[in-house]
């Protein structure tokens, strides 16, 4: 679904991505993890058009998007859940869901997704005329997931959703994503909390220093000494 060759990023002179390769199959929920610096939000960002590669290919259900401008991207089929959730706070929470559908495809189902995402976060049902800013954290990360998925994208980007949140609320996100995966769409996640990150993927990479230096199942990461040490402190 998604292909991913040699990409090169950098902040002016400064290299941040190189070399970067990986593939993310159909209807399959990925993870990309690794410490703070490796790369990991300018790997998801780049992925979302935020950010413009200057090397290497980006291939997405067949088509080459490397180039694609930046307000393309969602037409594509792809959203991001970017890092800090970047909410319009002095707006509703219903006018952040109803901004994630605003391309023609995504507002003629406007009602039916919205119906979805109150379902999977049936919390946020009484809160649609509270002005987002009022949320706590955990209710604010369920709104810039279901703005995503206001979209309809076959591809959701999530950049460390647990960042800030309690364990419980962690908790009752991952298992949202989760669902959002079985019901078909594709999942790329990337996350420092490596642990609850292994937990829900089916297959994993490691970034670090803007390189991948490893991938497997998360059953073979886990058995890997060095990853043990290196991530989870084992």
């Known amino acids: 679904m998604l292909e991913v060759t040699d990409l090169r990023v950098a902040y002016g002179k400064a290299p941040a991505l190189w070399g970067v390769s990986f593939e993310l199959r159909a209807r399959e929920l990925l993870c990309v993890v690794g410490p703070n610096g490796a790369g990991k939000t300018t790997l998801i960002n780049t992925l979302a058009g935020v950010l413009r590669a200057q090397g290497g290919r980006i291939v997405f259900e067949g088509r080459d998007i490397t180039t694609l401008p930046a307000h393309r991207w969602c037409e594509a089929g792809i959203a991001l859940v970017p890092e800090g959730r970047r909410l ?48 706590s954290g955990g209710q604010q990360q369920m709104v810039a997931i279901s703005r995503a998925l206001m979209a309809r994208p076959r591809l959701l980007l999530l950049d460390e959703p647990s960042l800030g949140l309690s364990p419980l609320i962690v908790t009752e996100l991952f298992g949202a994503i989760r669902r959002v995966h079985r019901e078909g769409t594709s999942v790329l996640l990337v996350e420092q909390n ?5 937990r829900v993927a089916e297959r994993a990479y490691v970034l670090e220093e803007g390189r991948m230096v490893a991938e497997g199942t998360p059953d073979d990461l886990m058995q890997r000494d060095e990853i043990r040490r290196a991530y989870l402190g084992v």
């Open 194 to 198: 490596v642990t609850t990150a292994l």
């Open 88 to 135: 319009f706070g002095g707006m509703s929470v219903l006018e952040n869901l109803e901004i994630g559908s605003i391309l023609p495809g995504a507002r003629a189902k406007r009602r039916e997704s919205l119906d979805a995402v109150l379902a999977l976060f049936p919390a946020l049902e009484v809160k649609l005329a509270q002005a987002a800013a009022e949320l």
